[in-house]
C-alpha cells in the first residue's frame, strides 16, 4: 500500500485505505459522523463513500453549494450552524468529500468550531490529490482575494482513491495536472519528464505519478511547515496565478478561470521572469511554455486587465513591507525564493505569453 | 516583576512589563502593528497605551463596537477586510487592548488573518486580567451561543497594568472577582478565604491577588493545555451560566446580565448541586452564597426561563454523546469533572437561590 504514515496528516492511497478509515473511526469513536460534500461529490463521490464507510453511526450529509465563489466565511456560518443544531459537540468528526474548495473549507469549519475539532479529507479531484492533501492549509476567500482567512491543521488522515477520477470532467483534471507540473519544476527535471509526457487526454496509470507529487510536496513542507523558506517554492506561479484567478473571480469582468487554468498562466509568466533575471535557461522556457498552452486554451489580457491584476499582488500573503515577492527558478529544480520583480517586466511577460506561437 | 516566561504567552505585570513590551517589539520588527480597540477602550485605555509604546511605526488603531452582542464573526469579517485594505501582511502585529470581548476576538482575528499573524493581549478589565490573560482560548460566538468559533492559540506576550483598572466601571470589576472567587473554589480554601475577604467596593492592593489568579490558572492551562481533564475545572459554574448568559442575551425575554453576573448564580446553583450530589460542605455552600449575593443584585428566573436555560447546555462544549457534563466539587479546592446531573436537581437549585435570604 502506498503510505505517510505521521502523527496527524498520515496519508493513504487507493488499495488498503478504505480499511485504514474504517480502523481509524473504531479506534476515534467519534460521537457523530459527519460528511461535508459539495452538489457535485454529493452526486458523485458520496456513493462510492458509503460504499466503503463501515462505523456504527451512519454519517449525517452536510452539502455546500460548489466552487471557488462559495468558499467563504458565509458558507462556513451556515455549517457551524447546522453543525450546532445538529447537535455536533467536540468529540464529533468531519469528513470532507471534495475537491480543495470542500477539503479547505471544510477544514477551516473543523479547525475552528468549538475551538477545533477532528476532521479526516479525501479528495475527490486531481488537483485536491496533489496538492491540498498535504501540508495542513485550510481556509476561505476574503471576497476575490484568495485564502486570506485559515489556519494550518492537518486533518488526521487523508485518502486518496483515484477512482474518483472517474467522476471528474477533463478540465478539472488539467487543473491537477498543472500542480504536478509545478512539482516537476521546483523539484527535479526528471519528474518534470515524467508529467510532461503524461498522454493529456489519457490519464490512465497515473495513480503512480499522483503519489510521487504527493511525496514531493510532503518532503517540502515537512521540512518547513509554516513556510518560512523552502515551502515557497509551492508558490512557484502562484503569485501571478492567484492574482489573475482574483482578478476573473471579479464579476462581469472577464470568464472565470479554474484555479488551474490560472495558475497555468501565472507558470509561463513567472518562467519567463527567471528566464529573465537568473538566465533559467530559453530552451526549457519555450519547452514548459508549448506543454502548457496545449493543455489550455490562451487567455486575451488588455493593458486594462493586467494594471489590475498587478494591483492585486499586494495582497499576496508572502508580502513584506508592501513588497512583493516571487519564487523564481534558475533552473528545473533550483529555486530563488524572495525575489522583487519589477512591474515593467511583468507587463513583458504577458507580452511573452500573448504572443506565443 | 511579576513575569511568567514562556516560549508563547509570557505574561507581565506591572513595573517593567512596558519595557519588555518595546524590546519584545524591536526584536520582532514587525511591518505594521495594529491596536485592536472597543469604543470605550479607545477612550480610557489607548492613551496610556500610546504613552507607554515605542516603536518605529505608529500603530494604526482599528476599532471594534463593544460589547457581547458584537463579539461575533461578522465584526471579524469587518476586521479582516479593515486589515487586508490597510496592508496588513503576515508579518504584521495585532495588539488587541480591551476586555474579553476585544481580546478573544482580537485573537481569532489575527490567528486565521494570512493563516495566522503574531498578537499581543492587553487586557483592560479585572475579568480579562485573571481569566482571559493566559490559556490561549479565542474565538466568537455563534448567535447567542458563547464562544463556539475560535481556536486555541497564545499570544507572544500578554501585559497586565492595574492602572487600566481605575477606568473600569464598578460592576465591570465585580465580573472579574467572581472569577477570582471561582479560583478559590476550586484551587484552595487559603486563596478564597483571601479573595472572599477583599473589600468589596475597595480594590486597592489587588495587584497581589490578580497575580495569584494568574498563576492558578497558568498552572492549570500549562498541565492540560487542550482540556482534556484538569482544564474542565475552570468551567466551574460556567456549564450554567454561559446558558444563563446566552439566554439573557436573546433579545426581548429578560434585562442582560453580565458575564460575571451570569457566572455568579451558576456558581452558586452548581455549589448547591455539589452539595446534593458530593456532599459539599453545607455550611460553605451558604458562605459562597452569601459572598456572591452581596455583589450582585439576585435575578428572577421563573419556570420558562428556566426550561429555555436548561434547553440551552446542550451547546456546552464539554458535553459528551449529548450528555450535559458539569464539573462538580466535593469540597473547595477537590473538583470532580464530567458530572451528569438530572434535570430536577437543576430545579432544585434555582429554588434554592430564589429562596435564598
Redesign the interface.
Known sequence: MKAIYKNRGSVFCNEGAWKILNEQLKKLQP?KVFILTDNNTHQYCLPLFLEKYVYRHTPEVLIMPEGEPNKN?HT??DL??EL?IK?A???CLIINLGGGVVTDLGGFVA??????IEFINIPTSLLAMVDASVGG?N?VD??V?K??????KNPIMVIIDTHFLTTLPEEQKFSGLVEMLKHGLIHSEKYWNKVKDLEVRNFDKIEDLIWESVIIKNNIVTKDPLEVNLRKTLNYGHTLGHAIESYCLQENIMEPLLHGQAVAIGIILTTFISNDLLNFPSNKLKEITNIIIQIFNKTDFNKEDIDAIISLL??D??????KVLFVLLKDIGDHKIDCEVPNELIYKAFKYYEEFQ
Open positions: 460521537t466565511i462556513c456560518l457551524w450552524e450546532s447537535g459537540d467536540r468529540n479547525s475552528t468550531f468549538k475551538r477545533g492549509k481556509g476574503l471576497g482575494l485564502n486570506q482567512i485559515g489556519v494550518i499586494k495582497y500573503k508572502k508580502n513584506r513591507e508592501g
